[in-house]
């Protein structure tokens, strides 16, 4: 109904497949530009961190306005709105200095992304499934954004070193351009739907939750930069954040319509879920911080060597992926077993990581761990959102997605770094004395050489021993799964037709009410 009728069905599944692929790669920053924006804009690791997490906050900050949006706009109106902001984005984006509004660009640019995102997923849903299984659906959904990022990484990363940072976005441009283009040629304005108001948006709250979110990340962000609380920036920062969430909850009990209402936060066992969901991250922040250490410390291989990794994380995400859809859809699987073995193969990544800290090894070595992880980063991410939906009130859904977003993709993410590098730190310093003592210093090295030598075994042995953690920590969190208690659900296929035909019924009661208010 969305594309004009000469269209063809093939032609349509295809075309949204392309804007999917289009939004996927377009961000007001890319994590793979990060050491060449520190090289040029005098920013440190930390400023590059920071616009990182703020473009993950711009996503997760979308969700509450999802169907607000949606039907207040048509398909093509909104798939032009976003694209035409992620262009303009990425135009000004390499021409900025200033920090403050870096920021900005980077919290738009992951609104506009998932804006145009989630207007694709909703319209190839009934393609996807027709029977609108929502387990089917999520298995396609986090295998599109999440196993794919690693083939944009790989690509980002081979125009980085073939030319230049800014040919990034200047790709970005070309591919939104096109979304545009084809948007106005093959599509038209539909409504299946009578226009809904954009009433009921509360854009202070949603202020003030994107600032407690962002000053927390500040702070973990910059802490170990800063010296934690000894600096007044970091006290700043956590003042600021628990004063927004303070109003927040206070605002929620004295409006109608709060950006996140009380009801998201009665959803059964969603302090659970988030602490999965931080585990989840501590796990991942085992390889952005100890893999990324050991590839290029160790083994020295640069950025287009180590790129080849994201191949074998690809394939463990699309493993996960019909793994998951298997399992629930076809082998009818629980819940808790499911997410056991997502968490399982999480555990691996580290137990195997431990035993492949060498200097000198292929990096072929390096697939397995790497295949395993990518099977488990979108097996937890399914298997949990799958639980989500079908104990959350539909009502309260999207804004519960916002608020695990918070810690699936905000602070969880930040607070897993900063946990392996303080570790990391804490452990290269702590065997650097002991290795050094037993080191042989009879001359028959170089003293220069000899240095080197103990650094490298001190960071050999800091990494082994903090991968072991890594796996003994997996292990915890298989036993707490084990001993958790999930409910079966309610609906063993959970549907998202249900939710349509209830936000059609509201529509056409208030358009009832709207004509008999008329008619009197």
Known sequence: MNFKEWVPDRVRILLYLCFLVAFQFSNGFYFTTMAQLVGERNLTMSDTHMFGQTVLTGLCFYFPLAFRLKFRFTNMTSLTIAATGQLIINLVFPHVHNYSVMLLLCYLGGFCRLYGTFECFSNLLPKVTPTYNYAVFLSFVFFVVIGCVGVFVWLAIQIIYYYDWQHIHLLAVALCASVIVLVRIFMRPFRPMPKMPLLGIDPLGM???????????????????????????????????????ATCFLRMNHIRHSFIEYGAFRCPNLLN????????????????????????????????????????????????????????????WHLKTLTFWCFLAMTV???????????????????????????????????????AQAYCNFKYYFQVLCVLGFMRMGIGDVIGIAVWERALTAQVGQFLPTIGMMADGNGALPVGRMVEAVNQQALLSALRELYGWAA?????????????HFDSLRNPVPK???????????????????????DE
């Open 349 to 387: 990544y580290p137990l195997l990581m431990s035993r492949l800290i060498w200097p000198g090894i292929n990096i072929w070595h390096l697939w397995l761990p790497s295949f395993f992880l990518g099977f488990g980063h979108v097996g937890v991410f399914i298997v949990l959102t799958v639980y």
């Open 273 to 332: 879920l988030m602490i999965l969901f931080l585990g989840l991250d501590v796990l991942l922040g085992s390889q952005n911080v100890l893999q990324n250490v050991f590839t290029d410390g160790v083994l020295g291989y640069g950025q287009i060597t180590a790129a080849q990794l994201k191949w074998p994380e690809f394939f463990g995400a699309v493993a996960a992926a019909l793994f998951c859809w298997q399992a629930r859809t076809r082998w009818g």
């Open 207 to 245: 202020v003030l939750w994107t600032a407690f979110i962002l000053s927390a990340i500040f702070a973990v962000c910059y802490g170990e930069e800063f010296n934690w609380l000894a600096d007044r920036r970091i006290r700043l920062a956590l003042g600021i954040s628990m004063l927004a969430l």
């Open 472 to 484: 003994l920590f997996g292990c915890v969190l298989l036993i707490i799964i084990l001993m958790g």
């Open 496 to 518: 998202l037709k249900q939710a349509y035909v209830i936000i059609r019924k509201r529509r056409m009661m208030e358009k009832e009410n709207s004509d008999n208010k008329q």
